[in-house]
C-alpha cells in the first residue's frame, strides 16, 4: 500500500472520498486537481505513516517513505520546472498538516521551505525580486523555528523571539506594516532570526533544504499531539489514533509584488447562509496574513466592499474607500475565481471555504473544504440547495447537524429592549447570536464570571479555551475570516469582530469607546447579527420555530417515522413544546407541581398526617390544585396523549428541615415541634433512591394514587365538557414486580369507575408503567399482559444498571472517562451494550404478549442525539425529551428513518 500519493497537473493518485487516509486537505487537493482546478504540484504522506511515526519514531518513519518521497519532489520539480535547493532555479515548498476533520489553526504549516544562504540569492536572480526572496526567507526562518525547533512561545506571556526583534526594527525606522521593510531590513533581520535561533537551540539554522523537509514532516506528525490539537480534539470528541495526514505541494507566492496577493472566500455567507460571494484578500501578502489580522484585510466582491464601507463609518480603519474589491482592482483574475467557486461548490454540493493565492497575476486554488458554518447558516444553506436542485430532500436532511440545532434555540434580543439599547459602536457581524456577559480581557479569566463576554485586540489558537466559556466573542481587529470569526462561528458562538472604534488596554484592562471606559466586570451586550455593541445587559426572549427551520421540521416530520414527545410539568412547558412541534407528552412529573409555596403546606400535612383519614383531608386540599394543573396542561396538549406519572420522589424531600419552618408547620397544625421533627427524622432513609418512593408510595399510602387520578380523570372530564379532545395516560413509577403493578392498576381503574359513576361521562385513558428497575425490564412479558404502555426511565434505569448514583457520580465520573474507563457519561449518552440489553429484552418480552404495545423512552437521553437514533433501531414509537431539544429529537427521528 503506497505511503505517499500525489496531485498536480490535472491528475492524482487519490479522490475527496479518501479523507481518513489523505486528510481532508490532501484528499480535497487531489479531487480539485482532476477535475481541473490549478491547484500546485504535491504529494500527500498518508495519516497511517502518523501512525507509524508516533510508534517508531524519525529515523525509522524517514527510511519507510524516503524513496517515496524523493520519487514524489522529482515529480513536482519536473511540473514546476525548477529544482528542489537548487542554486540557480530553486523550487520552494510548504509541508502542510491535514487531518481527516478541518481543525483550522490547530495545527502546523511551514511556507518557504528549501531556503538557505545561497538558494535565497538564486531565488532572488531567478525572479528579478530581491524585496520577496528575502521576504520569503525570513518568514521561512520565522515559521520553520517556531514550528520545528520549537521557538513558538508556549504561553501568550512568553514573548516570540521573532516578533521581537521585528517590532524592534519597526520602531527603529518608524514604520508599521510588514511591506514596509526594505531589502536591508529583510537582510537584517534574516540575520538576527538565525542568530536568535543558534542563542535558543544551541544550533545553526538547518541549511540543507533535505533536513529542513524531513524537520518540518515530523513536526506537522507532532502536531497531532500538540496542547491546541489535543484540546480541540476532545472538545469535538475525534479519537487519537487518526492522525493527521502531510501535505508537500510547491510554493506559490502571493509576496511577489502588487500583481500578487492571497486570500479566503466563502461560496455562501458562514453566518447567515445567504447565498453570496465572499471573503478577504491582502495585495503582496502571504499565507496566514489575512487570518492573523497582520493587516485590515480588503473584501473579494464589490458588493462586499459596499457593505463593509456601511460599518466602515464608525470605524477609523476606513478600509472600505481606501481599499477596493478584488472585482474592481483585478476583474480578470475575480472571474476566474468566481468560475472556480461555482465549480467547486457544485462539484461537493455544499458550501465551499476556499484559499487562494494570486503569484504575479496568475490564480491558484491552495484549498476548498465544506465551509464551517453557524446554526442558523447551516439550515439555511440546506434549504436553499434543495431549492436550487442541488440535493433531494433527504440529502438536505442529513445535512443538519442534529446538536447544532441548539443554537437556534437560544434565547435572542427581546426586539422591545433593543430599541433602547445604547449602542456604543459597532463591528462586524462575525457570529451571529445574542450575549450578554462581564468583560474579561483574557482567555484565561473567562471562567471569573458565570457570564463573561471575552475582548480582545485579536485571539489566537491558544485563546480557544476561554472562547469556548465565554458567552460572546469582541475583537477590535480582524476581518470576517479572522481567526475570532470562524473559531466563534463554528462553535456557534456570537462573536463580533473588527470592531476599529474601540481601544482596548490589556494592562490596565479598560475598553475605550469615545470617552467612554469600561472595566474588567462591567456588563456590555453583544448583537453578533447585526455588529452592535451595546451597554449593559439587555433582555431576551424564547426564539420562534420560523423560515427555513421550520422548513426542516416539516420534512423532518415528513421521513420520521419515531413520534417525539416533551418533558412538561407546567402548561407554560407544554406550549412551548408544543410549538416546537412536539406530539404529546410523555412525562408530566406531578411532585413538581406540589413545591410550590401555597401548596407544600398541604403536602406536609398529608405526610404528616398519622391517619388515614388525617391523610385524605390534607388530600382533599390537594385535590383541586391537581385538577386545576392537569385541566392547564391537557388544554395545551389538545388532541395529544399526556403521559402523566404518579406521586414518585420520597417523601422525605417535601419536609421542612429548617427549624423555624418546623415551628410554623407545627403551630399550623396545632402539634408539638418535636413531633414535627419526630416525624422528619422518621421518614429519613440511607438510601433515599432505593427506598421508600414511587409506586412503593402508591402501595402504601393508596389514598395518594386515588387522589392523583381523581385529579387526571376530573380534569380530563372538564374538558370534555368544553369540547377539548384529551388523552390522559396514567403511568406508574419504578414497578419491579407485577404484583406492584396490579395493585396500582386496581386503585386506578376503581377510583376511574367511581368518577365514571358520579360524572355520568366517561373518557378513555391508558394506564401504563415505567420500565426503570431492571427487574422490570426481566419481567416485562409479565408486566405487559396488565400495562398498557412502556415508557423507559433511563435515568434510573441507568443508575441501578450500574449501581452509580446519580447524586454521587460527578465525583468519580469525570475521572472514569478520563482514564478511560468510561467513553462517554452514561446518563447523558444510553448505553448500548449494557443498559441497552436490558431495553431490548423488555422491549421483545413486552411484545411477545402484546405485538402493538406502546413504547417510549422519558430519560434525558430522550434529546441527545445518538440515543434517540439508537431507541429508534429498537423500535420505539416515541422518544420524550425537554421542550427545547424536542426539534433535535424531530431532526434524528428524519434521520434515522432515512
Ligand atoms: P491550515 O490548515 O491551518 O489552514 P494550511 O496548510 O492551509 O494551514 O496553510 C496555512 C497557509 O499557508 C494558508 O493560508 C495556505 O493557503 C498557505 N499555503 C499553504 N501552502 C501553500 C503553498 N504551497 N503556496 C502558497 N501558500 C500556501
Ligand atoms: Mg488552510
Ligand atoms: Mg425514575
Known sequence: KPRVYRFGNKSADGDSKMKNLLGGKGANLAEMSTIGIPVPPGFTITTDVCTEYNILGKDATVDLIKEEVEKSILNIETQMGSVFGDKDNPLLISVRSGARVSMPGMMDTVLNLGLNDEVVIGLAKRTNNDQFAWDSYRRFIQMYGGVVLGMKPESKDDIDPFEEIMEHLKEKRGIHLDTEFSIQDLQDLVYDFKDAVKKRTGHDFPTNPWEQLWGAVMAVFDSWNGNRAIYYRNMHGYPADWGTAVNVQAMVYGNMGDNSGTGV????????????????????????????????????????????????????VGRAENYPSLEELMPKIFNELNGYQNILEKHYRDMQDMEFT????????????????????????????????????????????????????????????????????????????????????FAEEANKYKNSILVRIETSPEDLEGMNIAKGILTARGGMTSHAAVVARGMGKCCISGAGALKINYKTK?????????H???????????????????????????????????????????????????????????????????????????FEVDRIKAMREMILADTVKGRKQALEELLPMQRADFEGIFEAMEGLSVTIRLLDPPLHEFVPHQLAT??????????????????????????????????????????????????????????????????????????????EFEMQEQIIRSTTNAVFEERKDSIEYLVGTMIEVPRAALMADLIAEKADFFSFGTNDLTQMTFGYSRDDAGKFLP????????????????????????????????????????????????????????????????????????????????????
Not at 434543495?386 to 434580543?413: C, R, S, T, V, W
Not at 413486552?846 to 440515543?867: A, F, M, W
Open 265 to 316: 472566500c466563502f461560496t455562501r455567507d458562514a453566518g447567515t447562509g445567504e447565498n453570496v460571494f465572499n471573503g478577504e484578500y491582502l495585495i503582496n501578502a502571504q499565507g496566514e496574513d489575512v487570518v492573523a489580522g497582520v493587516r485590515t484585510p480588503q473584501q473579494i466582491t464589490k458588493l462586499g466592499s459596499q457593505r463593509w464601507a456601511e460599518l466602515a463609518k464608525i470605524d477609523e
Open 358 to 441: 494570486i503569484q504575479d497575476g496568475k490564480l491558484w486554488i491552495l484549498q476548498t473544504r465544506n465551509g464551517k458554518r453557524t446554526g442558523a447558516a447551516m439550515v439555511k444553506i440546506a434549504m436553499d440547495l434543495l431549492k436550487e436542485g442541488m440535493i433531494n430532500e433527504k440529502e438536505a436532511l442529513l445535512k443538519i447537524e442534529p446538536n447544532k440545532l441548539d443554537e437556534l434555540l437560544h434565547p435572542i434580543f427581546d426586539p422591545k429592549a433593543l430599541k433602547r439599547a445604547n449602542v456604543i459602536a459597532q463591528g462586524l457581524p462575525a457570529s451571529p447570536g445574542a450575549a450578554t456577559g462581564k468583560i474579561v480581557f
Open 510 to 518: 479598560t475598553l475605550t469607546v469615545d470617552d467612554h471606559e469600561y
Open 520 to 594: 474588567d466586570g462591567d456588563w456590555i451586550s453583544l448583537n453578533g447579527s447585526t455588529g452592535n455593541i451595546i451597554e449593559g445587559k439587555v433582555a431576551t426572549v424564547e426564539p420562534e420555530l420560523s423560515g427555513e427551520f421550520a422548513e426542516v421540521m416539516e420534512l423532518a416530520d415528513k421521513y420520521g417515522v419515531m413520534k417525539v414527545r416533551t418533558n412538561a410539568d407546567t402548561p407554560k412547558d407544554a406550549k412551548v413544546a408544543r410549538n416546537f412541534g412536539a406530539q404529546g407528552i410523555g412525562l408530566t412529573r406531578t411532585e413538581h407541581m406540589f
Open 662 to 739: 418546623q415551628k410554623e408547620l407545627a403551630d399550623d397544625m396545632h402539634i408539638s415541634l418535636q413531633a414535627v421533627k419526630n416525624k422528619v427524622s422518621e421518614l429519613e432513609e440511607f438510601n433515599p433512591m432505593l427506598g421508600h418512593r414511587g409506586c412503593r408510595l402508591g402501595n402504601t399510602y393508596p389514598e395518594i394514587t386515588e387522589m392523583q387520578t381523581r385529579a387526571i380523570l376530573e380534569a380530563a372530564l372538564n374538558l370534555k365538557e368544553r369540547g377539548v379532545i384529551c388523552k390522559p395516560e396514567i403511568m406508574v413509577p419504578l414497578v419491579g414486580t407485577v404484583k
Open 815 to 898: 475521572i472514569y472517562i478520563e482514564k478511560g474507563i468510561l467513553k462517554v457519561d452514561p446518563f447523558e449518552v444510553i448505553d448500548q451494550e449494557g443498559v441497552g440489553q436490558l431495553i431490548e429484552i423488555a422491549t421483545q418480552r413486552g411484545r411477545s404478549v402484546k405485538p402493538n404495545l406502546k413504547i417510549g423512552i422519558c430519560g434525558e437521553h430522550g434529546g441527545e442525539p445518538s440515543s434517540v437514533e439508537y431507541c429508534y433501531s429498537v423500535g420505539m414509537n416515541y422518544v420524550s425529551c425537554s421542550p427545547f431539544r424536542v426539534p433535535i429529537a424531530r431532526l434524528v427521528s428524519a434521520q434515522a428513518a432515512i
